[in-house]
């Protein structure tokens, strides 16, 4: 049973089974993902993940493309570099009924999602010199999974699937859920098909000799029975493609002269293009496919954060929309009291019911910090005083629940304890139910300090500090500056471990420490807590092999207890977490131990599909002539792991954007070995750009300013 596998994490992805395919094919528009095999169908194989889901809801569950009832050859298939196109090539197997021999008829799929839809031409073509006869099928089926249900949360009872509609060149299938709403998919197919039925639609197709014959089938998620106005193929096609690349074209973007290290920056951004939604509030970074498809407060600050540098709109769309969703009234089912950031929220039909928490949910202890943080953050990138004005209660709000709900105990520390019965027991970043224990492996009991959040707290409190004196309340800037002091010396007093080389993990409810070598302190370089001696012995020890696998730092280092080199937080590597850690060692100085991890991330990059790197991967040794170890159900593309890259090249030039300043400085700038020159174009300062070209020297990097546009100016220093 599944249940039984969980080990007491209610919220654990099942991987009862290998995955059908070792790399999916991904697609995302919005609220709407696609998960298919190497063929472009949907097969109920392996684990079972594969489908059409609309707001964590599959909408199609089956899709198989048939030749006189058999599988065509597979040729090849690929997504395009910008995401916004499926290729799948194909080719008929030997059709002796027919006398039509393998490889004759070429067969070519191109799958696009667009506001809710996926839109899919087929084309045949006869490439041989005869006549060629046969049927082309369309096998299909809508079981309306709840995604939570596809990842292992088991159900008792379900809705009611609706009788189909079948049309002559459409099929309705539906579903009314328990939480009352109706859910259709809506199947159109054109031309008009010679058979059609709820599960399967043929086309007779006869071919002369270099003749084509063309294909379309819409499959529309259409949620609480309203039907879509669905625009065809061509004009999806080109929208879809429209609107990426103008995305694209405002972005800031990099080159190098690394042609590998260009697929990375391209994959990238790619990546987090098609991960951003917008929403109402603006453009928001949904955390990762399939898992994890939907607004996360801790990834969407994160995400932001990395990427603040080189597209700040991240940032404001980011910063409305938990603004927007900020708590503001007890709910422990929730996981929510005034003030507190959201954690996660749901659309699915197990959210409305109640059968997994996460409607909107709140069960997250760093989220609040990290929104402030972000605030001070954009303000600093931007001087956008006006939108942080609109958000400024709401940061006031977030700062009094660190210091009342946060801090239930008052010893200046800021604690979590689950409160909603079916919540998450862990909830920092590492939020699986084994994460937080002992040096004995004994787990730590709630409420729990964790080493990062405290860092996460004290930069909170200096970037509110700076906020406050442009609100005029100089009162505030002043208490929180020394609240921030204070804490710093105090947590320097309790979390340092000697022995470790590192900060403990957390503080359990009895304040005893968890003397555990984790990623998690490494954090506290990121947000300047740590102290300068501390800062360089920590650099070090994130550099020894027990934590350094040669592709990235671990969450936990070998030899500690629990430390498993398969598991999601207790040994693996995650490159945001690595990016992270980068940045704060570059932070204090020691820019070359960050070039160091930014190059173990390089070198494993080659080694995924489309050098994407997934949320996260095996912590096993670098051995030579290998490349890392998959972890079998890690989102892929993630968007922290995604803007991942973007963070490391800023750390490792030293690079800072002040508007106030209308500055671009460089401290200390560094480029790896694999690099020789890296260009940055269009980096926007208001109403201002500019172009820079870095070459890289023994001991330094040269910055030429090739482009500018406004009033910006560009500081080095060594």
Known sequence: MVDAIRVGDKWYVAAQAARAEAQPHVLKHDDTFLLLDRYGDIRTLGQGEQGLYHEDTRYLSHLELLVEGMRPLFLGSAVKDDNSLLIVELMNPDLPRHGVLKGTVHVFRAKVLWQGACHEHIRLTNHGTEPARLRLSLRYGADFTDLFEVRGTARSRHGEH?????????????????????????????????????????????????????????????????????????????????????????????????????????????????????????????????????????????????????????????????????????????????????HEARK????????????????????????????????????????IRTIWPHILLALQWIDRYGDRDGDGFVEYAQRSKDGLSQQGWKDSSDSVFHADGSPAVAPIALCEVQGYVYEAKLRAAELAVLMDDEALAARLR?????????????????????YALALDGEKRPCRIATSNAGHALWTGIASPEHAARMTQRFLQPDFYSGWGIRTVAGGQARYNPMSYHNGSIWPHDNALIAAGMARYGHTEAALEVMSGL????????????????????????????????????QAWAAAAV????????????????????????????????????????GDASIDLLLQRYDNNVGVEVTRKSGDVAVRMTL
Not at 611 to 634: I, K, N, Q, W
Not at 664 to 678: C, E, K, M, Y
């Open 162 to 342: 609706l009788p189909a509609q079948v049309g002559r060149s459409e099929v309705v299938l539906g579903y009314r859920g328990l939480d009352g709403r109706v859910r259709r998919t809506r199947i159109l197919l054109r031309p008009q098909p010679v058979a059609i039925s709820e599960s399967e639609a043929a086309f007779e197709v006869e071919l002369h000799p270099k003749e084509e014959a063309h294909f379309y089938l819409c499959v529309s998620c259409e949620p609480d029975d309203v039907e879509r106005h669905l625009p065809s193929y061509e004009m999806a096609y080109r929208d879809n493609a429209e609107a990426r690349h103008s995305t694209l074209l405002r972005q800031c973007t990099l080159e190098s002269s690394n042609p590998l290290m260009n697929l990375w920056f391209r994959r990238s951004a790619a990546d987090l293009a098609m991960l951003t939604t917008q929403l109402k509030t603006g453009p928001y970074p949904y955390a990762g496919v399939p898992w994890y498809s939907t607004t996360f407060g801790r990834d969407g600050i994160l995400t932001a954060r990395q990427m603040l540098w080189m597209d700040p709109s991240l940032a404001r769309g980011v910063l409305a929309f938990l603004a927007s969703t900020q708590a503001t009234e007890e709910q422990p089912e929730r996981d929510a009291e005034p003030g507190k950031i959201l």
């Open 348 to 387: 699915c039909e197990m959210a409305h019911t109640r059968e997994v928490p996460f409607d909107r949910y709140y069960g997250t202890v760093d989220a609040t910090p990290l929104f402030v943080s972000l605030a001070g953050a954009y303000h600093e990138r931007t001087g956008d005083l006006a939108f």
């Open 482 to 502: 020394d609240e921030a002091a204070e804490l710093k010396q105090r947590f320097q007093a309790q979390f340092w471990c000697e022995e470790l080389g590192v």
């Open 602 to 637: 390089f070198d494993a990059s080659h080694y995924f599909g489309q050098h994407r790197l997934p949320e996260l991967f095996c912590g096993f040794p670098r051995r030579p002539s290998e490349g890392p170890t998959l972890y079998p159900v890690a989102c892929a593309p």
């Open 646 to 685: 973007f963070a490391m090249v800023q750390a490792c030039l030293g690079l800072g954007v002040s508007a106030s300043r209308r500055e671009v400085s460089l401290q200390g700038a560094r480029l790896p070995r694999f690099i020789d020159w890296l260009q940055i174009r269009q980096l926007p300062l």
